[in-house]
């Protein structure tokens, strides 16, 4: 039976079941350098204010240190019956550091010290996948810098629309990336905010000083409200939701690319590095990167529903039900790093674009019908008009089995006198691409610009 842990108001020990039903050690195990820190961080505070000895303190935080390098090297590993983290910690501390150690727990309350090592790990997390977003962005930027002239069909309602420059295609990924680079920087700075010295809810009789250990622990800012700072979670959900859509983003993405490399697209050929074979059928080659990043996006944005269910139903302050935060951000985080990581390398090494298979694609559609009707909006004729002229080409065209660049200028004559031989240049799918110079758009000379721009971004933001 495991040892007493509460108080002498307790006669009886927890039914062995409901320890293993209780107990968060074997995932909040992840926290234990934060909760390190911040235990840390608590003694230099509690003596700094005059409540513990500078001695006691010292004698504390060279314990914690202890702690670290067991944990490090593989020899601390405590046992449900330790029940989580904090538990554990304090045990050993005491372990090693005698009766001292007892006192570490002075003015504070597992409730304000758990909310320290989830702000403390998440802020380290996103900081990690910040800097993997950009890895993601560099790698987004490279592929475009190759491809800038090379055309792909765009598409909207998943029809042949225009034809872009595959750079114009990628670098809306970067854009999406960059957005979630920023939101990730706006949720840090609410995420780094301490609760630490809550209490369990209330404050504390002690004559503590948050600033100082909140200054200790890097936070910007302080919970001005006890009952707040020891049961919010909105950060962690602000969290969950901006890592939703990186994986939505990710999902996107990978859509594509399972897409690309159909037979039917054949926009692209996976590398030996990226795609799996088949158990049975030996011609296969499988996205399964993409695959699983689609896959993954799902769990991802299930954790984000968790969260928010979670903590619909809680009164004020803290309540057990907050321990189920741990697992869903744990994995969020895992899942969505492993993901940019994965997306990275498919993007440097995993594939090709087959660049005569899209230059064909792209010259064999009508996705060059808006300009013809733009040609001839730009020599005067209403663009309506103009519009309901060339969908009657494009029908006659498609009955005839021909594309428009194979009308002859009598043909093009026919349906409107202001036509002239000058047509053809207009409609080749390069001068389609670089004809739509709006800012934002697929032209060559915008696309530059945006790439320009975009390494730009990278080099000044870091
Ligand atoms: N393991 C707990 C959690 O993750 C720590 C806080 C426990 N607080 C309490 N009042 N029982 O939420």
Known sequence: MAKKTWSDRFEGSLHPAIVLFNASIGFDIELIEYDLTGSAAHAKMLAHSGIISVTEAEQLVAGLEQIRQE???????????????????????????????????????????VGTDIRLYLRDQIDQIRAS???????????ASE????????????QRAQPISLAHHLLAYFQMAQRDWERLGEIRARTNISPLGSGALAGTTFPIDRHFSANLLGFEGLY?????GVSDRDFAIEFLGAASLIMVHLSRLSEEIILWASQEFSFIRLTDSCATGSSIMP?????????????????????????????????????????????????????VQVCLEAMTILLSEGLVFQTERLAQAVAE???NATDVADYLAAKGVPFREAYNLVGKVVKTSLAQGKLLKDLTLAEWQALHPAFDTDIYAAITPQQVVAARNSYGGTGFEQVRQALAQAKLCLEVEG
């Open 365 to 367: 559609d009508f996705s």
């Open 71 to 113: 944990y490090r090297q593989g020899q601390f590993n405590p046992g449900v019956d330790q029940e989580d983290v904090h538990f554990a910690v304090e045990r050993r501390l005491t372990e090693l550091v005698g009766d001292v150690g007892k006192k570490l727990h002075t003015a504070r309350s597992r409730n304000d010290q």
């Open 224 to 228: 001005a409200n006890s009952l707040d």
């Open 133 to 143: 977003l950009r890895a993601f962005q560099e790698t987004l930027v490279a592929l």
């Open 283 to 335: 011609q296969k080659k499988n996205p399964d990167v993409a695959e699983l990043v689609r896959g993954k996006t799902g769990r991802v944005i299930g954790h984000l529903q968790s969260l928010l269910v979670l903590m619909k139903g809680l009164p004020l302050a803290y309540n057990k039900d907050l321990q189920e935060d741990k697992e869903a951000l744990f994995d969020a985080v895992k899942t």
């Open 147 to 158: 491809h800038v002239e090379t055309l792909i069909p765009g598409y909207t309602h998943l």
